[in-house]
């Protein structure tokens, strides 16, 4: 069983906070992901990760970074908290086939 | 870069009834489009897939349609149950690459 485990499921943070976001797979994949999800606009990549200390944007960069020191281990971080990134956050991996997904981190920025 | 419509944003339909959702691509070096369902509260999950070299796909109640030339591919669902209820997005994914674009989701609803 594949396990893309991420390491809260909800987080409530107040606006200009440091926050992370935390996602560790058990598969020995290369290829992680970082998705933003929000109602009628679906799956937006963030930043997404294929070796480690590799990283390359996705479509809504802006105002994140991530991290990956392990292979197993790949963080995304909210340099500064505001309330417009309030959303629900999902961890991928993907090899051959499928994506696999964390079960998501709902972030409340107040 | 790749983009993925996909249509309708919602879909409401009686129990028995088919189900069909649509997606348009644009990248026409995309061969690989597997489709999602995303539960409430739960993490997405491929439910079927087609690669470029195949038309079609059937896995019980569920089939998907390929069609390359006009960049569009599609999810038909018979025989739909309550359990069906749920989001589902398309994505596509073009050779070399491990990064799939997603639709933006067609929430179904399946009235009892």
């Known amino acids: 069983d594949v396990k893309v485990t991420q390491s809260s499921r909800y987080l409530v943070k107040r606006t200009g906070e440091k926050v992370f976001l935390e996602c560790v797979q058990d598969?020995?994949?290369?290829?992680m992901f970082w998705y933003r999800q929000d109602p009628g606009l679906g799956l937006r990549l963030i930043y997404f990760?294929?070796?480690?200390?590799?990283?390359e944007k996705g479509d809504i960069p802006e105002g994140y970074s991530v991290s990956r020191e392990k292979k197993e281990r790949f963080s995304l971080i909210l340099e500064s908290a505001s309330t417009n990134q309030t959303s629900m956050y999902l961890c991928?991996?993907?090899?051959?086939?499928?994506?696999?997904f964390g079960q998501g981190t709902r972030l409340t920025v107040v | 870069g790749e983009n993925v419509e996909q249509h309708p944003s919602t879909l409401s339909v009686q129990e028995g009834d088919s189900a069909v959702i649509k997606c348009t691509y644009s990248?026409?070096?995309?061969?690989?489009f597997p489709w999602y369902k995303q539960e409430l509260g739960k993490r997405p999950q491929l439910i079927i897939d087609?690669?470029?070299?195949?038309g079609e796909k059937k896995d019980q109640r569920i089939a998907v349609t390929l069609n390359k030339t006009a960049k569009h591919f599609s999810l038909h669902i018979t025989e739909t149950q309550p359990e069906d209820s749920a989001v589902y997005f398309c994505?596509?994914?073009?050779?070399?690459?491990?990064?799939?674009?997603f639709g933006r989701g067609t929430s179904l609803i399946v009235h009892p």
């Open positions: 991928a991996i993907s090899g051959e086939v499928e994506a696999f």
């Open positions: 598969m020995d994949h290369e290829n």
């Open positions: 990760s294929y070796d480690v200390k590799m990283k």
């Open positions: 990248d026409s070096a995309s061969n690989y």
């Open positions: 087609i690669r470029s070299n195949v």
């Open positions: 994505a596509a994914r073009r050779g070399g690459s491990y990064i799939p674009t």
